[in-house]
């Protein structure tokens, strides 16, 4: 009786940490000329638990409460996804076993493991801007007239950062822009163990003026869901 109560003591235990009812936030970056999409969620539970990731989805199916647990993971993309190729990594912070990710007819799949960086540098740092302009085009966003948020800041005429990991954060309406959040993956040599760990370079930028979300494509970029 005593193991009896134990066991399911430590079940309720497990529930409270890995919740079946996630409050999910949710991006969804199309994949031309498929009927996939990579999916970008944060998902909170119970107990303040957080979950974040990528999936490579049917697009018809979309994104399920089932997603946030199960099935593959990937952290960030390497380039932009097509219905070709499909390079990303997984940001291995406790060597967890990887689960493949779906095979789409066609296509190269490649999700490699990383492990962090975790010693200082100056490749990824985490910066914002507020910019007046953009221009898009197929593989960049560039932003014009930046000014630092930060008081010991630097302003910038313009900076082009690449496609792929950028998504962006709007309104309750969903159709005006109210930040860009770009994520860089960069590659590191660790001197003491010679290994190649990743850290992200991570910027956002806030417009000026008014901008709808409508005026970016969705090749190469993370929309909200909502």
Not at 19 to 41: A, G, H, P, R
Not at 70 to 86: E, F, N
Not at 124 to 136: D, G, I, P, R, V
Request: charged letters at 25%.
């Amino acid at each position: 009786m005593r193991k009896l109560l134990i066991i399911i003591s430590a079940l309720l235990c497990v529930s409270c940490f890995f919740s079946t009812s996630w409050d999910v936030e949710l991006w969804e970056q199309k994949i031309e000329n498929s009927n996939y999409s990579i999916y970008k969620f944060d998902a909170w539970g119970g107990r303040d638990s957080h979950v974040s990731g990528m999936k490579l989805l049917n697009a018809a199916e979309g994104f399920q409460q089932s997603d946030v647990m199960s099935g593959h993971q990937i952290s960030y993309l390497t380039s932009i996804p097509s219905k070709h190729q499909i390079d990303g990594i997984f940001r291995d912070r406790i060597r967890a076993r990887e689960t493949p990710i779906p095979k789409i007819a066609g296509a190269i799949n490649t999700i490699k493991s990383y492990e962090d960086f975790s010693g200082r540098n100056s490749e990824c740092l985490y910066k914002a801007y507020t910019f007046q302009s953009f221009k898009e085009d197929r593989d960049h966003i560039t932003f014009y007239t930046n000014e630092s948020k930060f008081v010991d800041g630097t302003d910038y005429d313009e900076i082009t950062v690449p496609k792929g990991n950028i998504y962006i954060m709007t309104d309750s309406t969903n159709t005006i822009v109210k930040r860009i959040n770009c994520d860089h993956v960069k590659f590191i040599t660790d001197s003491v163990t010679a290994d190649i760990k990743i850290c992200i370079d991570k910027k956002y930028f806030e417009p000026k003026h008014e901008i709808k979300l409508s005026e970016f494509t969705d090749y190469g970029i993370y929309k909200p869901v909502k």
